[in-house]
Every structure is written in structure tokens, then in C-alpha cells.
């Protein structure tokens, strides 16, 4: 039979708040993802045409990885998230907006392509954002250290990658996201990336001896 570890309240409540922040999360996702295609924003079309054109992703692969775009305004996630009804703590908790030291509360991705960090079960632990303007630094920025994000222990693209690393027994491991996004819409399925860090162990224990 199967065993059924008995959880206390304590975890149990721990689990639930894990639910909640993945689901402000994945509300974050479907948001960024919405305003990239939404037809009807200038800047929005701007940004796809810049995703498929000078990065070269189909429309089938920015659906594929949810990819979105995070406009410049400095509480659009915020003001969002709070109408889905999550609080400002929780949604600072989750790396989604910063409080500076004067206490003032904003988004920390503005004007940036966003792509969707996932786990290996394919839900969305937190974001890599490409500045879209050249002047913005850092070019690339991740979510911070969260409950939910470590970027020792993610591998970026390894719920896609998943089927094609077991089938092969072998997996490529790149730098960059974009890097993987390009591989797996060439076709070459069995990519994952280490998101700019050095390899850990805890990232090769995502993959093998367990797949690859």
C-alpha cells in the first residue's frame, strides 16, 4: 500500500502558503504573457516583433514558455496582483516588487521580456526579464532568492526538456535561457540551462542519475 506521510498543521500551513505564492506567481505569468499578445497595445507590438524577429521566436515557442513582457510603469505588476487580491507582503515575498529603503513598494521588472522560470513539475517558481531597452542594466535580471526560486537548484527548462532527456538518456546543459528556448524550438528538446550560475550538485541531481 501506499504510505501516507501524516503532515502537521505546521507543514501543512507551510504548503498552502507555497500554493498561494505559486499561484500569484503563475497570475504574474499569465499576465505578462496576455500583455505581449494583446494586438490592441502599441508597445506590446513592438515587443513581439522584437521577440520574433531579433530574437527569432515563433509565436508556437513565445506560447510554448509563456514568454511576456513586463511594461515600464512602476506598479503594473503590483496593482495587478493586489486586484487578484494577494497582499503586499506576499507579493514582495515572492521577488515580484521591491521595498526600498523609504519604504516605497514598486515593480522589480519594468520594460523587460519575460520569460517564466519553472520547475521540473512545469510550475512557475519565478522570472528571467531581458531589458528591452540597451541602456537598462542589468541586461538580464532574475528573481531574487525566494520560498519558491533558488537558482542553484533550478535548471531552466527542464519541465520541456524532461521527456526528450529520459528518452535520450542525455541531456546539453547551456548557459542562458534564450539559448535553451532556441534549441528547443530548433528541435533539439533535451536542452536545460544553469541561468548564468556555476553548475551545483543539486542542479546534476535534478537530471541524473535519474534521467540522464
Not at 6 to 30: H, I, M, V
Request: charged residues 25%.
Amino acid at each position: 500500500g501506499v504510505e501516507v506521510r501524516q503532515r502537521t498543521p505546521e507543514q501543512r500551513e507551510k504548503d498552502e502558503r507555497l500554493d498561494t505564492l505559486r499561484g500569484l506567481l503563475q497570475a504574474a505569468a499569465d499576465a505578462y504573457h496576455g500583455l505581449l499578445l494583446n494586438p490592441d497595445d502599441a508597445e506590446a507590438v513592438d515587443v513581439l516583433r522584437y521577440a520574433t524577429e531579433k530574437r527569432g521566436l515563433s509565436e508556437t515557442t513565445i506560447r510554448q514558455f509563456g514568454i511576456g513582457y513586463a511594461p515600464p510603469g512602476w506598479s503594473h505588476m503590483l496593482d495587478h496582483l493586489k486586484a487578484l487580491g494577494y497582499d503586499e507582503a506576499m507579493i514582495i515575498e515572492t521577488g515580484m516588487a521591491v521595498r526600498n529603503d523609504a519604504g516605497r513598494v514598486y515593480d522589480r521588472f519594468r520594460n523587460r521580456l519575460m520569460i517564466p522560470i519553472r520547475d521540473e513539475r512545469g510550475r512557475v517558481t519565478g522570472f528571467g526579464a531581458r531589458a528591452l531597452n540597451p541602456e537598462d542594466n542589468p541586461k538580464y535580471l532574475n528573481s531574487p532568492q525566494t520560498p519558491l526560486f533558488d537558482k542553484s537548484r533550478t535548471l531552466f527548462g527542464l519541465d520541456a526538456a524532461r521527456r526528450a532527456i529520459t528518452d535520450s538518456e542525455t541531456a546539453v546543459i547551456v548557459e542562458g535561457y534564450m539559448d535553451v528556448i532556441q534549441a528547443h524550438q530548433a528541435g533539439f528538446t533535451n536542452v536545460v540551462a544553469q541561468m548564468g550560475t556555476a553548475m551545483t550538485e543539486a542542479q546534476l541531481k535534478l537530471i541524473a542519475p535519474r534521467w540522464a
